[in-house]
């Protein structure tokens, strides 16, 4: 597999009214084309910072980041697209117009930037709700919306920052589902940050674990196991009860 995302020795100190805080040290990670790789680590532990710095939005202090050799010195959105938990749509633009916004950015024509994002509204499950304002859309929806529009601009890379994390549990799921269903059609890149076990266990194809602040690599895992996935196999028993065992001690460090 090809390493399309390469980070080396990466670190991020802030600097904040109580002093300088570290949030990331020396962190070295690759990512291949098409995989599926979630950063999971317990709270303030540098995931969205480090999820930044791969989509230009922050300058690394330290060392490398490089995307098919290309080294990252600020946003690029012909090869990276970013969804947020806030889903971040305009008030007053329906459904369809949210998801052109990026085209329009672009400068693609009218009558083309509204073929493609009809297009994606299918797929998306947002065919009938093309003329709807935010307002009218339940949360899934809305965030169905934020990553159309992501998708629209047809990136190699899709960097999603804990993209379900203001949803309930059910819809938490059957999003992960619909995402998984999308990503197995595009095979883009994903970076995907949670704070949930099951969606980590449920859509990657590897986790990468972080320490807790300042955030390193602490353990990879690998999770070749074809979908659906069954949670309740012993296999994903056993891999969540390890993933859980690191993230647990990372937490409890993170609290002292």
């Not at 970013?82 to 971040?88: I, N, S």
């Not at 299918?122 to 093309?130: Q, S, T």
């Amino acid at each position: 597999m090809h390493d399309l995302i390469v980070v080396e020795g990466v670190s991020k100190r802030y600097v904040t009214s109580s002093g300088p805080v570290d949030a990331l040290r020396d962190v070295s990670l690759s990512v291949g084309t098409g995989e599926f790789c979630t950063l999971i680590g317990p709270s303030g532990c540098g995931k969205s910072t480090l999820l930044g710095i791969l989509g230009g939005l922050v300058g690394a202090d330290d060392g490398r980041v490089a995307i098919d050799g290309r080294p990252v010195d600020g946003p690029d959105p012909r090869r990276v697209a970013t969804v947020f938990q806030d889903p971040g749509l305009f008030p007053w633009r329906t459904t369809l117009e949210n998801v052109e916004f990026g085209l329009e950015l672009q400068g693609m024509p009218a009558a083309r930037r509204r073929r493609v994002a009809t297009d994606l509204l299918g797929p998306l499950g947002l065919r009938d709700f093309a003329a709807k304002y935010p307002r009218e859309l339940s949360g899934g929806m809305r965030q169905r919306v934020a990553i159309g529009r992501a998708l629209a601009i047809d990136t190699p890379i899709v960097l999603m920052d804990e993209p379900f994390g203001a949803l309930d549990e059910q819809t938490r799921v059957l999003m992960g589902e619909w995402l998984l269903e999308i990503w197995r059609r595009t095979r883009k890149t994903i970076v995907f940050v949670t704070h949930s076990l099951h969606e980590a266990l449920a859509l990657s194809t590897r986790v990468v674990i972080m320490t807790a602040r300042p955030g390193r690599i602490k353990s990879v895992l690998e999770l070749p196991m074809p979908y659906p996935r069954a949670m309740e196999s012993p296999e994903l028993v056993g891999l969540r009860a390890k993933l859980w065992s690191d993230i647990r001690d990372e937490s409890l460090r993170a609290m002292q």
